[in-house]
């Protein structure tokens, strides 16, 4: 049921929408200086896809200074732990707005305890130093992932009825945009989905076994009313 | 001398190679950690526990050229332990950065981490150490970048994937799971099966979708 995709000359990398205002810079020197294939979708996870299993955040040198980001950090880098079997965590110094006087970088402990926390969570940790050298680091990983054989293939955003089953498929919890763009690819239909076996899904969709099988189990999983939350008729999507 | 196999670090412990005798990391290391001088550690300058160890590379080291990249490798060829490696980033060694984080993170698949000077090696290093004490401890679920397993029940998230298709609210939704079950027999019902649940149009669109 697989499509055979042609294996692309240049890697292709996802960006978050949100990076259009955040990482302008990251995005047109991935495209203009590195010639790789750069796709801006709704992917909420993460700021970047880079291959069928790896993600990347960018943070701030700043934010990983205080405690006060410490929640958020987490609970993204934790939802990412699910999507994704790789996480990569590019650090990038802060920009020195003009009018402002270059910054002293004040190393916190905290800031050391997140290191830590994150070296022993096997998370990958980048240090760049602007937006340029940023997109130069996610241009190796991409090019890393694609001799590794996990390079993302399908990068083109489906038309019409296809937009409608992507969104379908976004909505599985734990999939990440470029499987779901995978299933879409790969798959005739929905139903071709529902009943495949687990090393087919794998493979059409580029999945990890464990995550083919959470796949398949979330498509057979029988419905039980009581185990939905309360207020039912109270509408929450 | 390789030696890069493994030592069997006492519990809360950190042992450092004999060269670091007296320098500014010892010495703030001292008092903070329980800090053991050994001989013959060869490659590594700290061992942090049984499994994890610290390559320091100075200034000096990294204008001096390669011999530190030809270090590292020797240290990745010979050891399984994970090595991470505590660079001093500063003005003059900055320009260097990227070349080492290319080879130490990308190609040997270490983790490598910036300091300014020493002292702020020995801050690290006792965080380091802090974590590598509660790995061991089991306290496993004290790291807030480690996923917790089992995730909320899938009920509400099959009711939401229902609802992305066309025509089909929460009401239609709830109804379509009670006659179904689960996604893969709603997906592998036929129009009449449909009709039962609802109307002649929506079932259409649903058995087409």
Known sequence: SRIPVQPSPSPCILADSREISSGPAVISCLRAVHGLRVQVCPLGTSD???????AVDRVFQSELQSPGNRNKL???LQRLQGV?????????TDRVRPGETSRLFQRTQHYDGVLSALVQAGVRILFSSCQEETAALLKDLALLEHRKDAALQVATEPEGHQRDILSFYLSIPNLSYGAALNLCHSFGSITAVANSSVPALAAGARL?????????RFLRHDFDFQLLPEPLSKGKS | PVTAGSIVVPYGH???NEKWRGSEVAQRLQGKVRLIFEDGLGLVDF????RTCILLISEADLVAGDEFKRRLVRFRNASSLRGIVIVEKTQISDQYYPGVQKLAVLELGMVLLPVANQEEASQLIIQLVSFCVREQSRERGSNPFVRRQ?????????????????AVGKTKALLLL?????????CNASVCQLEQVVGQTVAQQIYTF
């Open chain 2, 150 to 166: 089992r995730g909320p029940p899938a009920e509400p998230a099959v009711l939401r994937a229902v609802q992305r298709i066309p």
């Open chain 2, 47 to 50: 061992h942090l526990s049984n």
């Open chain 2, 14 to 16: 950190v042992i450092g």
């Open chain 2, 178 to 186: 009670q006659h179904f079950g689960s996604i893969q027999r709603l």
């Open chain 1, 208 to 216: 990890s076994r464990p995550q083919a099988e959470e796949l398949h």
């Open chain 1, 48 to 54: 970047y896809i880079v291959s069928n299993r790896l």
């Open chain 1, 84 to 92: 994704f079997e790789r996480i990569c965590v590019i650090v990038e």
């Open chain 1, 74 to 76: 987490s609970q993204r």
